[in-house]
């Protein structure tokens, strides 16, 4: 089985700050990496996926990259509703989610 | 886009079968992957299987065992059961339109499901 780890688990920060998140599965999985946002009582949404396409409709300033193991979503500039749980998810063989990085206000 | 809607009882006792319903509109389910996924009160997704149209599967392994996905093309719809249930599957169930490697495009609301007596 694939596993998936994210870090930081939290972080927090403010308005205007570059945000990145890392993901690193246990072994490679290509760039069949994808990421989400969920917000408190609602179901997640694709924000990027084969780790660096941009899901329609999503701002630019969310971005990912990375390949084989080792992957980041980077925030250019936090706005006030990125403030939220960001999950990567592995596509390459089944579909294991890592546990979360939640970013909140500082 | 499609919509997705899971419907299904919200309470289920411990040992019985847990099944839900997720009804897809705005398009037909005869193309694509369709993903169950869980959420257990205040922690993480938790990805459950996934069924292609024509009916091929593909289950998480920890749940293999006790998950059946099943689809109903005729209505449009796709199907989760899971058996023996326990505490440990109280969680929000999502229902989801998976497009493979570009990841999973379309989620249901989704639907507390409870597991006590």
């Known amino acids: 089985d694939i596993q998936m780890t994210q870090s930081p688990s939290s972080l927090s920060a403010s308005v205007g700050d570059r945000v990145t998140i890392t993901c690193r599965a246990s072994q490679s999985i290509s760039s069949y990496l994808n990421w989400y946002q969920q917000k408190p009582g609602k179901a997640p949404k694709l924000l990027i996926y084969a780790a660096s396409s941009l899901q329609s409709g999503v701002p630019s300033r969310f971005s990912g990259s990375g390949s084989g193991t080792d992957f980041t979503l980077t925030i250019s500039s936090l706005q006030p509703e990125d403030f939220a749980t960001y999950y990567c998810?592995?596509?390459?063989?089944?579909?294991?989610f890592g546990p979360g990085t939640k970013v909140d206000i500082k | 886009q499609v919509q997705l809607q899971e419907s299904g009882p919200g309470l289920v006792k411990p040992s019985e079968t847990l099944s839900l319903t997720c009804t897809v509109s705005g398009g037909s389910i005869s193309s694509y992957y369709w993903s169950w996924i869980r959420q257990p009160p205040g922690k993480g997704l938790e990805w459950i299987g996934y069924?292609?149209?024509?009916?091929?599967?593909n289950y998480n392994p920890s749940l293999k065992s006790r998950v059946t996905i099943s689809v109903d093309t005729s209505k449009n719809q796709f199907s989760l059961k899971l058996s023996s249930v326990t505490a440990a599957d109280t969680a929000v169930y999502y229902c989801?339109?998976?497009?493979?490697?570009?990841?999973?495009?379309?989620w249901g609301q989704g639907t507390l499901v409870t597991v006590s007596s």
């Open positions: 998810q592995q596509s390459y063989s089944a579909g294991t």
């Open positions: 069924i292609y149209y024509s009916g091929s599967t």
């Open positions: 989801a339109q998976d497009i493979s490697a570009a990841g999973l495009v379309g």
